[in-house]
């Protein structure tokens, strides 16, 4: 039967029967039709061309632009198929005057006989056939990065949510019943739920002989009216095939319906009409329409879907047809809405039991059946595995599927369909793209189901941050957002406050404003269980890596994680390089920040590279100088002390198993200490901070340390003349700190400067800049700067007032100019017990250089 189905439609293609009626009436009334042309056509213009050379150049222009403009075309042009028809019946019709009859004698082209001016016909049709072909070879299938369509399963898609079986045996209860009168079937479901796709199934199972399908899109009408007519008009056209008159009543009777609809002066004419011309009434052709049903002897489908679209005059006209006026033998509505929405467009129509009236429509009513929501977390998966690389699979494993103890409790309460699933996975497939590996997944996750669902709070998030986000005030972690509380009270968030005050112009349902609140604390949580270990080096509640969730791409000034990690696998050397570059394009501080996210290391090639390269960038020139970092980068010291703490040795077991331990690690750690370059900053600094801390896990000796710093100390003072800071702060860096106890298990902590830096430093004073020295001892007082003090720092370096000045007596007042008009203030700050400032007017020293302007 479908093969013969197949014939039917090939033989009665509309442009097949008119391609074949044109040659047939052609054919027939060949003689008149020749004789119209040859005494028009022909006579008056054709028979007056002339086979000359101008001619000739004429129509090659006209081939070859013809040829040009196929070649142009062939990639994006779909030709007419009625020009098709036309050109290929005229070809033919024109073949055959050319070779087989002497009707009519073309003429030719001036330099042969054998073609002629005419024959361009045959051309056209030849590069429009080109054209043809070609259309109908160009199959475009989805890429590996297209998106995935919200279709419904139609004719050959699988069944997704198991619907298979209950549609299954509504079909059968559908084939084996037979009404005198229409029997309406709603198929009630929300919004994405599938209610199309379980039609779909139900037209799969409803086939046969017995069985017309009638498929009507009532969304497509513009008005109530257009409704009516569109209805009949989709009936008539299918039903035309099985009755040679049911069309022409179908016709009349929906032309009846507009006209009388809610208008009683325009059924007063009509009735009149009627009782004059004896026209048919209304119901007459009812009647005649249910009697020539009942003699077809089929069983009439109707599928109406999406009436849920409509707006509420609209849904009582397809309401009225399925009560009242296409209440028609044996004829099956099957009508598919949110019942909740039908009901509240009833409302206008009837106020009172809206529910009872549509229970008086449709005689049975079918909720789509139950299905599991783990079902929706596996299509998820299974769509966004299809189109981001192998990588990526694990973490969309665990964050959507989970495992058997552990579920994604928010994707189960929020994906509610396989609406949602779509429409967030072409969301991730779109915006995921560009930042695959530069962001935490599961938090980019949660906030594109956040858009998806509540696009207007997803925007409050981004452009009212401030207002709704500030940063954790917890000490012990790294800075990160949590949600804003209300003053009055703390376990409130601002947010849901907002949210209730303008639910209404944000378009969010007031019921939903609590889940939407405690989905988004899950992710801006300030608890202890989101600590700063626990959350991702790039989850968006940190800072530094909020605007690219929203952004959808890494914005200027942002490190790629990428990038970072690939430069991690290059050699040591040409990581460096990379830092050196990132830190001129001023990401200095997501470098320092990325490498603070590094807790555990390969190997120990991976161990020596990370910290090689943080002293590496520690020591880079700074574009965001500042009074502390002495023009360097820098680094945390905590953090990098935290990276070489080899407590129980366990850095040099894991690392250094196939040397001598800890001498390997020893050795490597010094090597980075001995290769530091002038005036050692950086490493002076972090030595200093090594030697204030109370434990001794480092893997060089508090003593090997303060070799090192006394080493740096003297060789940058051997190096220059002048004191500066970088001397001062060597000088300070040599500083060791003693933990006493004080019984307990209690210490205290005690600050000793080891003499060996004393004296280097008085070397240094004394020896190549004494000017400079003294005039940095000179202390202006804060609030009247015609007073001066000398510096308590005398004491600690010289041991006392009366040393200090025995070595100034010492010294030459040639050499040093400053020195002569210093002890004249050191005098007078003597009378003074040195505790008390003193008036002074200083003339040689440049006093000017110290006092604040």
């Known amino acids: 039967m479908k093969f013969l189905q197949n014939i039917h439609a090939a033989i009665f293609n509309r442009h097949r029967m008119l391609f074949t009626s044109a040659l047939i009436l052609f054919i027939i009334f060949h003689k008149p039709i020749e004789l119209l042309i040859s005494n028009t056509i022909i006579k008056y213009a054709f028979s007056y061309v002339e086979s000359v050379w101008y001619n000739d150049v004429i129509f090659f222009v006209l081939i070859l632009c013809a040829a040009i403009l196929l070649i142009s075309r062939l990639k994006k042009y779909i030709p007419s198929k009625n020009l098709f028809f036309f050109l290929i019946s005229i070809t033919i019709i024109y073949t055959t005057y050319r070779t087989t009859t002497n009707v009519w004698v073309f003429t030719p082209f001036s330099f042969s006989v054998n073609f002629k001016y005419a024959d361009v016909l045959i051309i056209a049709c030849i590069f429009n056939l080109l054209l043809f072909i070609k259309a109908k070879q160009i199959e475009r299938k989805n890429g590996k990065s297209s998106f995935f369509d919200d279709e419904p399963i139609g004719e050959k898609k699988n069944d997704e949510l198991g619907y298979t079986p209950y549609a299954e045996l509504l079909?059968?209860?559908?084939?084996?019943?037979?009404?005198?009168?229409?029997?309406?079937?709603?198929?009630?479901?929300?919004?994405?739920?599938?209610?199309?796709?379980?039609?779909?199934?139900?037209?799969?199972?409803?086939?046969?002989?017995?069985?017309?399908?009638?498929?009507?899109?009532?969304?497509?009408?513009?008005?109530?009216?257009?409704?009516?007519?569109?209805?009949?008009?989709?009936?008539?056209?299918?039903?035309?095939?099985?009755?040679?008159?049911?069309?022409?009543?179908?016709?009349?009777?929906?032309?009846?319906?507009?006209?009388?609809?809610?208008?009683?002066?325009?059924?007063?004419?009509?009735?009149?009409?009627?009782?004059?011309?004896?026209?048919?009434?209304?119901?007459?052709?009812?009647?005649?329409?249910?009697?020539?049903?009942?003699?077809?002897?089929?069983?009439?489908?109707?599928?109406?879907?999406?009436?849920?679209?409509?707006?509420?005059?609209?849904?009582?006209?397809?309401?009225?047809?399925?009560?009242?006026?296409?209440?028609?033998?044996?004829?099956?509505?099957?009508?598919?809405?949110?019942?909740?929405?039908?009901?509240?467009?009833?409302?206008?129509?009837?106020?009172?039991?809206?529910?009872?009236?549509?229970?008086?429509?449709?005689?049975?009513?079918?909720?789509?059946?139950?299905?599991?929501?783990?079902?929706?977390?596996?299509?998820?998966?299974?769509?966004?595995?299809?189109?981001?690389?192998?990588?990526?699979?694990?973490?969309?494993?665990?964050?959507?599927?989970?495992?058997?103890?552990?579920?994604?409790?928010?994707?189960?309460?929020?994906?509610?369909?396989?609406?949602?699933?779509?429409?967030?996975?072409?969301a991730l497939v779109l915006n995921l793209s560009k930042l695959n590996g530069e962001v935490d997944f599961n938090d980019f996750l949660r906030l594109e189901l956040l858009r998806v669902k509540y696009p207007s709070v997803y925007e409050l998030l981004f452009k009212k941050t401030n207002d709704f986000l500030t940063l954790s005030h917890r000490s012990s972690e790294k800075q990160r957002y949590v949600l804003i509380e209300t003053s009055e009270n703390p376990k409130q968030k601002y947010l849901k406050v907002y949210l209730n005050e303008n639910y209404s112009e944000l378009s969010v349902p007031l019921n939903d404003i609590n889940k939407i609140v405690s989905f988004i604390n899950g992710i801006f949580e300030d608890s202890l269980i989101y600590s700063y270990d626990s959350r991702k080096h790039l989850s968006v509640v940190y800072p530094s890596k909020f605007n690219r969730y929203f952004a959808y791409n890494l914005l200027e000034g942002s490190l790629s994680e990428i990038e970072f990690s690939k430069a991690r696998a290059l050699s040591s050397e040409k990581f460096k390089d990379?830092?050196?570059?990132?830190?001129?394009?001023?990401?200095?501080?997501?470098?320092?920040?990325?490498?603070?996210?590094?807790?555990?290391?390969?190997?120990?090639?991976?161990?020596?590279?990370?910290?090689?390269?943080?002293?590496?960038?520690?020591?880079?020139?700074?574009?965001?100088?500042?009074?502390?970092?002495?023009?360097?980068?820098?680094?945390?010291?905590?953090?990098?002390?935290?990276?070489?703490?080899?407590?129980?040795?366990?850095?040099?077991?894991?690392?250094?198993?196939?040397?001598?331990?800890?001498?390997?690690?020893?050795?490597?750690?010094?090597?980075?200490?001995?290769?530091?370059?002038?005036?050692?900053?950086?490493?002076?600094?972090?030595?200093?901070?090594?030697?204030?801390?109370?434990?001794?896990?480092?893997?060089?000796?508090?003593?090997?340390?303060?070799?090192?710093?006394?080493?740096?100390?003297?060789?940058?003072?051997?190096?220059?003349?002048?004191?500066?800071?970088?001397?001062?702060?060597?000088?300070?860096?040599?500083?060791?700190?003693?933990?006493?106890?004080?019984?307990?298990?209690?210490?205290?902590?005690?600050?000793?400067?080891?003499?060996?830096?004393?004296?280097?430093?008085?070397?240094?004073?004394?020896?190549?800049?004494?000017?400079?020295?003294?005039?940095?001892?000179?202390?202006?007082e804060p609030f009247d700067q015609r007073k001066f003090s000398i510096s308590n720092f005398v004491v600690g370096l010289f041991g006392s007032w009366k040393e200090f000045k025995e070595i100034l007596e010492q010294q030459s007042e040639e050499k040093w100019k400053n020195l002569n008009e210093f002890k004249k203030l050191l005098l007078e700050y003597e009378t003074k017990n040195f505790s008390q400032n003193v008036d002074f007017k200083f003339e040689q020293i440049p006093i000017e250089q110290k006092i604040r302007k």
């Open 171 to 426: 079909a059968n209860k559908i084939k084996s019943s037979q009404f005198d009168k229409a029997f309406a079937i709603g198929i009630n479901g929300k919004w994405g739920l599938g209610k199309t796709s379980f039609i779909d199934l139900l037209k799969r199972k409803i086939k046969g002989n017995e069985i017309i399908e009638i498929n009507f899109n009532s969304w497509n009408s513009n008005s109530p009216k257009a409704i009516i007519q569109d209805f009949f008009e989709t009936i008539q056209e299918r039903i035309r095939p099985y009755h040679s008159s049911l069309s022409r009543l179908l016709i009349s009777y929906s032309n009846k319906l507009v006209s009388l609809n809610d208008n009683t002066m325009t059924q007063s004419i009509q009735a009149s009409v009627i009782a004059i011309t004896g026209f048919e009434s209304l119901n007459s052709l009812f009647d005649d329409i249910n009697n020539s049903l009942k003699k077809i002897n089929k069983k009439f489908i109707v599928y109406i879907d999406d009436l849920d679209r409509l707006d509420k005059d609209e849904i009582i006209e397809v309401i009225r047809l399925i009560r009242n006026t296409a209440n028609f033998h044996n004829t099956f509505f099957i009508v598919a809405y949110d019942r909740n929405y039908v009901v509240n467009a009833l409302k206008s129509h009837n106020p009172y039991k809206q529910e009872l009236f549509l229970e008086k429509i449709f005689q049975i009513e079918v909720t789509l059946p139950y299905f599991k929501k783990d079902i929706l977390r596996y299509k998820l998966a299974e769509r966004l595995k299809e189109k981001f690389p192998a990588g990526l699979h694990d973490i969309i494993n665990e964050e959507i599927i989970g495992s058997t103890s552990i579920v994604p409790p928010f994707l189960n309460e929020w994906l509610e369909s396989m609406r949602d699933v779509t429409r967030l996975a072409n």
């Open 578 to 780: 990379k830092i050196s570059t990132w830190v001129k394009q001023n990401l200095e501080f997501e470098l320092k920040s990325r490498f603070a996210e590094i807790k555990s290391f390969d190997n120990r090639e991976d161990f020596e590279k990370v910290i090689s390269s943080i002293f590496h960038l520690a020591n880079q020139n700074t574009l965001n100088p500042n009074i502390f970092s002495r023009q360097l980068v820098g680094y945390d010291g905590k953090d990098l002390y935290d990276k070489l703490n080899n407590y129980n040795d366990k850095l040099a077991v894991r690392y250094y198993s196939d040397l001598k331990e800890a001498e390997g690690l020893k050795q490597f750690v010094l090597k980075l200490f001995k290769n530091a370059k002038s005036p050692f900053s950086f490493e002076a600094d972090f030595i200093r901070y090594v030697n204030n801390e109370f434990s001794d896990s480092f893997p060089l000796s508090k003593d090997e340390l303060k070799g090192l710093v006394l080493d740096y100390f003297k060789t940058y003072c051997s190096e220059t003349d002048k004191l500066d800071s970088n001397i001062w702060s060597l000088f300070h860096d040599c500083k060791q700190t003693n933990w006493n106890p004080t019984g307990g298990g209690s210490y205290q902590k005690q600050e000793i400067l080891p003499e060996e830096a004393k004296e280097i430093m008085k070397t240094f004073v004394l020896t190549k800049d004494l000017d400079g020295f003294l005039l940095a001892l000179i202390d202006p």
